[in-house]
């Protein structure tokens, strides 16, 4: 497996940061026993230019990870459970009801320091090791995280195995415990419904939707599952939605052209591979 140099890490994020992105997750403070590709967290964060208006912020599973974040200078963390317990486990070593205790110190020491924290559900439909997952299950875990304070909850199809049909049932089911208005969607394009499950959340009332340039990504612990959907794709399905993003389709396609050839790998969004191909 390719470790990426720090250096280019710093500048993707720079080069995301000028695209017109307000929110850019940068890292993730987990063990570098478990995730070596992360070790470089706290340079990666300390080394990108800042812009005005772009929240930076990193996954943080726990108070050690937190700690590291808070001297990093993020200005936001993120916690991460699951509605499958077998995914629990493999995902963070621990169940469901573990995970919340964990998450609870960490939500109560970034209010101590004035952070928001935002909160993850992974699996909401499908999991790798349990199949189909019960919507009330997904709306019992949001729940929990919202209560406790996270300020938004995303819901993640983290094998990229639901529809929208499933996504509409599963959102229903969730809204009845947690305001729309503090939802996000986080869709893996596995099955290639990324972009029509989260046009169905749209329809819903969802406007926070989480996204990786060129579909990067994927799961250690969900063997199989491709990358997050596309932030070209998502940007111009927006566009055509006429629902304004404030972002520069065409930087954000340079950076993903960048980190592509950096990666040595293909760029999986389908907008960047359409210009590139015009040229």
Request: with cysteine; hydrophobic share 40%.
């Amino acid at each position: 497996m390719k470790t990426v140099p720090t250096s280019t890490k710093v500048e993707l994020i720079n080069r995301l940061s000028e695209s017109g992105l307000t929110a850019i997750e940068v890292t993730s403070f987990v063990s570098p026993k478990w995730v070596p590709q992360m070790s470089d967290h706290s340079e990666v964060l300390q080394k990108i230019k800042r812009c005005p208006g772009v929240t930076y912020s990193a996954l943080t599973p726990n108070m050690k990870g937190f700690q590291g974040a808070v001297q990093a200078g993020a200005q936001e963390v993120a916690i991460f459970g699951a509605a499958s317990e077998s995914f629990s486990r493999k995902n963070i070593n621990c169940s469901i009801q573990e995970s919340l205790q964990r998450f609870e110190e960490v939500v109560g020491a970034a209010k101590g320091h004035n952070m928001r924290v935002r909160g993850y559900v992974s699996c909401v439909l499908g999991c790798p090791y349990e199949g189909n997952i019960d919507p009330a299950k997904v709306a019992e875990v949001s729940k929990k995280m919202f209560d406790m304070g996270c300020y938004e909850i995303s819901l993640g199809d983290t094998i990229g195995v639901g529809t929208p049909g499933e996504m509409v049932t599963m959102l229903n089911t969730v809204t009845a415990h947690v305001p729309v208005q503090h939802l996000a969607v986080h869709c893996h394009d596995t099955y290639g419904q990324a972009l029509a499950n989260i046009y169905a959340a749209l329809q819903l009332g969802v406007c926070v939707v989480d996204s990786s340039v060129a579909g990067l990504g994927g799961c250690p612990y969900a063997k199989g599952a491709s990358g997050n959907v596309a932030t070209e794709d998502v940007v111009y399905m927006m566009d055509g939605l006429g629902i304004k993003t404030g972002v520069n389709l065409q930087k954000l396609i340079e950076a993903g052209k960048f980190i592509s050839r950096e990666l040595s790998r293909q760029n999986n969004s389908k907008v960047a591979q359409a210009r590139t191909s015009k040229l």
